[in-house]
T-cell receptor, first 115, second 112 residues
């Protein structure tokens, strides 16, 4: 079974600065998808960024980018120019490309942004 | 375009009762998944439906069940509620299995 680990329960960043959230995963599969989701107090999970394992190029979405290290099974999220609205829980998630549509989530990282 | 709608937003039930939660996916989305979120266990997969068929089920007891209707709306039911069933239940939809998910805002169930 796949597992996803987020080793930082809480992180703090100053507004306008850069922060990196860590995620590692364990799988024996060669093809899969990795995601970062944001969950603000409104509770809705919002997709931040998506990475396909067979693509070597790291995904980027505006201020959000990932560092995907397939051999190390590491998938970190970098948030540049942090904004107050970035404060939320962030979840890393894994989905197999072969089997079910199920997402396996990490335990989450609470990001606080200081003005 | 309307998002994923979950009703009700909040629910308080007594131990031993049963509850039904509803999820209306985005129009055109035929795949619906359910997740349970608790502080202790985090986010756990419950089930996935596509075209009215359950494709996968997570490691939950038989008290947890679900279904999907021909209009893709989905319901999940929990019978004989236990205190440990208190959680945020999230529904997610996608056009097809494997596509990107859109989540709803969840139903907060409290069992007393």
């Amino acid at each position: 079974a796949q597992t996803v680990t987020q080793s930082q329960p809480e992180m703090s960043v100053q507004e306008a600065e850069t922060v990196t959230l860590s995620c590692t995963y364990d799988t024996s599969e060669s093809d899969y998808y990795l995601f970062w989701y944001k969950q603000p107090p409104s509770r809705q999970m919002i997709l931040v960024i998506r990475q396909e394992a067979y693509k070597q190029q790291n995904a980027t979405e505006n201020r959000f980018s990932v560092n995907f290290q397939k051999a190390a099974k590491s998938f970190s999220l970098k948030i540049s120019d942090s904004q107050l609205g970035d404060a939320a829980m962030y979840f890393c998630a894994y989905r197999s490309a072969f089997s079910s549509n199920m997402l396996t989530f990490g335990g989450g990282t609470r990001l606080m942004v200081k003005p | 375009k309307a998002g994923v709608t979950q009703t009700p937003r909040y629910l308080i039930k007594t131990r031993g009762q049963q509850v039904t939660l509803s999820c209306s996916p985005i129009s055109g989305h035929r795949s619906v998944s359910w997740y349970q979120q608790t502080p202790g266990q985090g986010l756990q997969f419950l089930f996935e439906y596509f075209s009215e068929t359950q494709r996968n089920k997570g490691n939950f007891p038989g008290r947890f069940s679900g279904r999907q209707f021909s209009n893709s709306r989905s319901e999940m039911n929990v019978s004989t509620l236990e205190l440990g069933d208190s959680a945020l239940y999230l529904c997610a939809s996608s056009p097809r299995p494997g596509d990107g998910y859109t989540f709803g805002s969840g139903t907060r169930l409290t069992v007393v």
